[in-house]
């Protein structure tokens, strides 16, 4: 019904609106403003909803909300020199109005003497998947995480630079970012100095949090660019900080466990969570870099980056609830305090050397340096005593850990005819990571590992409708810090396009990925092919058909750290295995039958079959289908501009949480003038 009468709306203002436009005149001069030419465009125009099923999962994978848009507005200034504070300006906008990804630019500029740039975006992230869902072999609560969120990310930047004279620029910039929202998280009970029993309980009662979160980052900078000759040098030093609080509550009281159908978890309660945590750092910047040539046939580069993170950090936490089916009671407090220094040093170096005119070589060096010194005290409370602990509470902490890495990067790169390129390459690192707690070396923490990166990207086109480019990538390292971090990669992509005819191309991409880490017996595949067909009739007819298919397996083990004993072999632990098979039917055309009049429409079906499953638990998600395509209907005004019509239409459906699946019709109307 509300999309009938969006129809009907839509309908009223055509007739209201199109004797309007055909009465307007485009053909009019340029416009005159002041001392400035101007010409840009102007679009408006509003959209339609109509959205059944679960709207959350409409918002993460579209956030087009029904309302006014401001689709687009450009303007742009030209002047001939007579105004005494600007040469050019523009000003771009998109997504105004309520559109998830909106942005906002202006640029002014005088000729030799400034330029300024500023910047603004916003993005808005969702995430949340039916948590409430009831399904007959599940019962109504454990199938999600519960991680849910709503946040908005806002970015804004202003550059301005100064020209003192035709070889030296100052620079001046100020950063500012933020991210703010509402998340949702679990919590496990835990406690510094608890028992391993205790491990049993926290890692199966997982309750949900509200979660607000908040962050800041501002940076302020000036410096200088000078060229001298064939030299170049850049220099800024500046001033940055962070800020982060994050408060955490139980969201009802009393409280179940998010699975509350294994058996035990129902007698598992929380009462009352509270949860605070905050840090503060702040760092001098200071950055460098060059590039010259000293030579004909040697170009030079470098830099030397230089922060020094240093701050407080809080955190007090306190929960109470009762355990297992007599009921035992449980209240605990902890608190910690810390000041942490984080100084980082990279120094870079590295030269193109030109051997021939159809050989150049690449060297590179990159040394890093990432040192964390942390001094903190931890205390904790159960049911108001000191828990039993080796040192005994309060843990006073005096905590350095430290990450060198060395990278070596030597490439070479061939061009023996106007249709070859040839690149092999190596990289080799040498990363040394060191913890010591109270000055004694954490073996557990510490660790030196090698891993050599060998490369080759290779371009070849035999003759002018065919071309190849393809390269192979992989690395191999000696040791993994982390139980994420594979210990062989082999990576390979080819891409070919072959132009049939003037009209008709073909083009096709292999995407090829192999990991491995024995240690946990990890197995990563992934096989991907894409080929796209476009057609362009004549300039006023043109389609493009394609199909993708994409096949991902990982294979492993889990080994749990906490509780009751689980199995930790290879040969008899928790089996994980994900696997997505990946279709995707695209295609869409565009036409313009008559004079002003035109027609557009792309779409795309994507169908995903697998699992991701861990052995004895049933999968949490699987098969889905997911449509989407959109139709547009165009006239251009000769006296008027162009008034437009978007039809989009999507549905999405997943096999096992069905209360996530949504259907939605989108239809916007929109009027773009140019001027």
Known sequence: ?????????????????????????????????????????????????????????????????????????????????????????????????????????????????????????????????????????????????????????????????LHATNNLRFNFQYYRTSFTGNTFTTFSPDYLGSPGSWGTFARAAAFPLLAPTSDYTNRFTGGFDYTYRDWNFHYNVGYQTFNDTINLNNTTSPELPIDITTSGNANYILNQASWTDYRKLTTPVSEFSYNGKPNSWLNLRGSYIFYRYSGPATFDQSFNGTTGTTATPYAVSQSGRATVSEPTNIVAQGFTAHVKDWWDVNFDYRFSKFTTTTTSTFTSLFNGAVPVTDPPQPIHDNNDWSDSLNQFDFDMMFTPKSNWVIRPGISYFKSSVGVTEDGVVDDARTLDYHTVWPSLAVFYRPTKRLSLRGDIHGYSTSASYTALTPHTDLTSRIVATYRITDKLSLQNELYLVSQKLLAVEFHGKSQANTTMLTYAVSPKYSMFGGFSYDNELATGVIAWQRGVPEPQTIETGDKLRDQALNRIWQGGFEAQPVAHFGIRFTGNYVRTTGLGQESGINPVYGPLTFPYATGTLYYDFPKAGRFSIDLQRTYYIQQIITGNNFSANMLTIRWMRQF
């Open 1 to 161: 019904m509300r999309f009938t009468r969006s129809l009907i709306f839509l309908s009223v203002l055509l007739l209201g609106i199109v004797p309007v436009l055909q009465a307007q005149d485009q053909s009019a001069p340029p416009l005159q403003w002041g001392a400035f030419q101007v010409n840009g465009s102007a679009g408006v125009g509003y959209r339609f909803t109509d959205i059944k099923g679960y709207q959350p999962m409409y918002l993460e994978l579209y956030d087009l909300r029904k309302g006014p848009r401001v689709t687009e507005f450009t303007l742009f200034g030209h002047s001939n020199g007579t105004n005494p504070f600007a040469d050019e300006f523009s000003l771009t906008t998109s997504g105004l109005g309520g559109d998830p990804y909106p942005a906002v630019q202006l640029n002014l500029s005088k000729n030799k003497v400034y330029d300024l740039h500023v910047n603004w975006r916003q993005a808005y992230f969702y995430w949340n998947q039916n948590d409430g869902i009831i399904l007959p072999t599940r019962g109504t609560t454990g199938l999600t995480d519960n991680h849910d969120w709503a946040t908005v990310r806002k970015i804004g930047s202003v550059d301005l630079t």
